[in-house]
């Protein structure tokens, strides 16, 4: 491992499969060079699979962050108290500090560190592995407009990035965090009834993922509301407004409400006892 980190600009600690993605995007982006990223992990492993993108690697953290501008921190939650705090020595104060730790709250990580360190919590989902993420983005009490908007272009190296009051984020993880999955239901779900059309497997979920993949794009894109698009596919007396009676009927939209009230609930009783 190399350790000459005189040059990073952009410390991560921690090289889970988030971290690793965050800085795939980040260095195809041209955001940061390789030789100005240093990881920083526990694991000699994940860090020889990070080494192979050029980026310099420790299994110091103190190390990782000297001189750094940014500093990412990709650690499970309940290790970032110990890991900030072995951190603050280190840190300057104007080094923005962003963590995407779910639960911990701005308060925990200001806490943590000098008086005046630009923190901003950050809740990419999934999606940043194949730089499609929906990340919000809560600053910090000493995060000024030039921190939010580096945060931004990091995490919209995998995807969309939108600014939010850290108080919604529980309802960010009800939406895009926990989203993911919800969409895998529906994708299978439509699979499932293209095989009993008659369709292959392999054609039914090819088909049934492209769809729900572009019908995302096609909204972003447009700027449309969702109604309009599905206005525009609904045929009077056609095929699509038949489907359509039968998913109002069957509850569909109620039911994705309650699994998005379900998931904020679940995520604000989890954030309480983080907070213990």
């Known amino acids: 491992m190399r350790n000459e980190m005189s040059n990073t600009r952009l410390a991560c600690i921690g090289s889970g499969f988030m971290g690793e993605a965050l800085i795939r995007g980040i260095l195809a982006a041209g955001i940061y060079a390789p030789d100005e990223v240093c990881v920083s992990d526990i694991s000699t492993a994940r860090l020889a699979v ?3 993108l050029g980026v310099r690697t420790t299994q110091e953290n103190a190390e990782a962050v000297a001189g750094a501008e940014t500093v990412l921190l990709a650690v499970k939650p309940q290790v970032i108290g110990q890991v900030l705090e072995g951190l603050r020595p280190h840190l300057s104060s104007d080094t923005l500090v962003l963590s995407i730790a779910a639960g911990v709250s ?4 200001e806490g943590k560190l000098a008086p005046g360190t630009p923190v901003v919590r950050a ?5 940043a592995t194949v730089r499609a993420a929906a990340t919000a983005l809560a600053p910090g009490s000493a995060a000024g407009a030039e921190h939010l908007e580096r945060a931004e272009r990091i995490f919209g190296a995998v995807g969309t990035a939108v600014r939010v009051e850290e108080r ?4 960010v993880t009800g939406v895009s965090g926990s989203g993911p999955a919800y969409l895998c239901l529906v ?3 439509l699979a499932d009834a293209g095989v009993q059309a008659g369709l292959t497997r392999e054609v039914a979920q090819q088909l049934a993922a492209q769809t729900v993949m572009g019908t995302g794009k096609l909204i972003l894109e447009s700027g449309q509301h969702p109604a309009e698009v599905k ?7 056609g095929t699509t407004i038949a489907g ?3 998913l109002e009927r069957a509850g569909l939209r109620a039911a994705l409400m309650d699994a998005v009230d379900a998931a904020v609930t679940r995520a604000a009783e989890l954030e309480r006892a983080a907070a213990k």
């Open 50 to 52: 990070l080494a192979t």
């Open 106 to 109: 701005l308060a925990t990580l």
């Open 123 to 127: 809740m990419p989902n999934l999606l």
């Open 168 to 171: 919604l984020l529980n309802a």
């Open 187 to 189: 994708i299978e779900a």
């Open 231 to 237: 206005d525009r596919v609904s045929s009077p007396g």
């Open 244 to 246: 359509i009676r039968a």
